[in-house]
T-cell receptor, first 114, second 116 residues
Framework: EADIYQTPRYLVIGTGKKITLECSQT?????MYWYQQDPGMELHLIHY???????EKGDLSSESTVSRIRTEHFPLTLESARPSHTSQYLC?????????????FGEGSRLTVL | AQTVTQSQPEMSVQEAETVTLSCTYD???????LFWYKQPPSRQMILVIR??????QNATENRFSVNFQKAAKSFSLKISDSQLGDAAMYFC?????????????FGKGTKLSVIP
């Protein structure tokens, strides 16, 4: 199994709260990603990073923000959670130079906003 | 833009039987990579099998094999001797080759049920 960890696995919070979903990997991968997985299980890329101090928005617009201060750490923050943010969030990583560039995924963080 | 289509939202298979999951993709590239990922319920998504487009030989990993038809832009996954642990969501994904092209494009997934 890949060494990429997400916390918390499950979170239930009230509207307006600030939350941070943590993602850490111990593989030394330079690239990291956040996907939002909707109830129909479709995956949407919301953020990615190609290295320290590099972050970009993905295909799906998201009110969340990310930071990449350390190679191994890629947290996602929602300043003011709303029910529409209820979803599963998957963190992934990959390594430049690995020919096929496959992603390694964490176990996911399931967020419920009441 | 590349698209990946999985036309079977749900499939079921009897234990020990064989099942094939379909995937088609649209690209103008000649060099790219294709993947099948498995996501068991409430568990980590893992890579099942990968295929490099320049390789004509179909990839195989134990009970999992692919039928890669480059001209038809088709990439189906065959699971032989299905086991209860194969029950999961399966995602087909595409990545084009070349520097700067690190993102994967995923299909919408196929939910596979295995009947004892």
């Amino acid at each position: 199994e890949a060494d990429i960890y997400q916390t918390p696995r499950y979170l239930v919070i009230g509207t307006g709260k600030k939350i941070t979903l943590e993602c850490s990997q111990t593989m030394g991968h330079d690239k990291m990603y956040w996907y939002q997985q909707d109830p129909g299980m479709e995956l949407h890329l919301i953020h990615y990073s190609y290295g320290v101090n590099s972050t970009e928005k993905g295909d799906l617009s998201s009110e969340s923000t990310v930071s990449r201060i350390r190679t191994e750490h890629f947290p996602l923050t929602l300043e003011s959670a709303r029910p529409s943010h209820t979803s599963q969030y998957l963190c992934a990583s990959s390594q430049t130079g690995r020919r096929t560039g496959e992603l390694f995924f964490g176990e996911g963080s399931r967020l419920t906003v009441l | 833009a590349q698209t990946v289509t999985q036309s079977q939202p749900e499939m079921s298979v009897q234990e020990a039987e064989t099942v094939t999951l379909s995937c088609t993709y649209d690209t103008s590239e000649s060099d790219y990579y294709l993947f099948w990922y498995k996501q068991p319920p409430s568990r980590q998504m893992i890579l099942v099998i990968r295929q490099e487009a320049y390789k004509q030989q179909n990839a195989t990993e134990n009970r999992f094999s692919v039928n890669f038809q480059k001209a038809a832009k088709s990439f189906s996954l065959k699971i032989s001797d299905s086991q209860l642990g194969d029950a999961a969501m399966y995602f087909c994904a595409y990545r084009r080759s070349g520097a700067g092209s690190y993102q994967l494009t995923f299909g919408k997934g196929t939910k596979l049920s295995v009947i004892p």
